[in-house]
T-cell receptor, first 113, second 112 residues
């Protein structure tokens, strides 16, 4: 029974490049959440998605960041024109319909050089 | 506004000693409270959670936490620390919705 899967686990990008982070929720889960963990800080909520819908993106920076969860395939967090301040661990979590109990993936550690 | 405060960003204990990690919260509605553990370069693993009912909650790996409404606290304890407990621990709060509020974490070091 696979848990939440994220790839890549580590991603290095130069300033100005694009970063794409993928998240496959647990089997049977239709809700996905993205969190960001900056160094020495706790996780901060970014966005909540259901299949083909963004429910709450109040934690997402207004520019350069976008997220999607298509009908088929993983959820994608996309960061355009990355800057050094985007270096962080990005965690995905998923939950079942009707439950807010979230299960977390191993995270993607993004380093911007 | 909701918030979570973890007192002590670093805690060291000797192997076999009591582990006590502190978490205080602020919430205008009855909270759901969680403790997660994060091992280096890994994701978060749920240790235990409080939603309603019994205020003393037992989790995995011998950890437990007690919800004290009067003190707005949810401290994590383990009677006897093991070397494998060395990790970072996060307290989190939810008002029963999807948005979790995390504390800044406490890094536990276990000394031989």
């Amino acid at each position: 029974n696979a848990g939440v899967m994220q790839n890549p686990r580590h991603l290095v990008r130069r300033r100005g490049q694009e970063a794409r982070l993928r998240c496959s929720p647990m089997k049977g889960h239709s809700h996905v959440y993205w969190y960001r963990q900056l160094p020495e800080e706790g996780l901060k909520f970014m966005v909540y998605l259901q299949k083909e819908n963004i429910i709450d993106e109040s934690g997402m920076p207004k520019e350069r960041f976008s997220a999607e969860f298509p009908k088929e395939g993983p959820s994608i967090l996309r960061i355009q024109q990355v800057v050094r301040g985007d270096s962080a661990a990005y965690f995905c979590a998923s939950s079942q319909q009707g439950s807010y109990e979230q299960y977390f993936g191993p995270g993607t550690r993004l380093t911007v050089t | 506004a909701q918030s979570v405060t973890q007192l002590g960003s670093h805690v060291s204990v000797s192997e076999g000693a009591l582990v006590l990690l502190r978490c205080n919260y602020s919430s205008s509605v009855p909270p759901y409270l969680f403790w997660y553990v994060q091992y280096p370069n890994q994701g978060l693993q749920l240790l235990l959670k409080y939603t309603t009912g019994a205020t003393l909650v037992k989790g995995i790996n011998g950890f437990e936490a007690e919800f004290k409404k009067s003190e707005t606290s949810f401290h994590l304890t383990k009677p006897s620390a093991h070397m494998s407990d060395a990790a970072e621990y996060f307290c989190a709060l939810s008002s029963g919705t999807y948005k979790y509020i995390f504390g800044t974490g406490t890094r536990l070091k276990v000394l031989a």
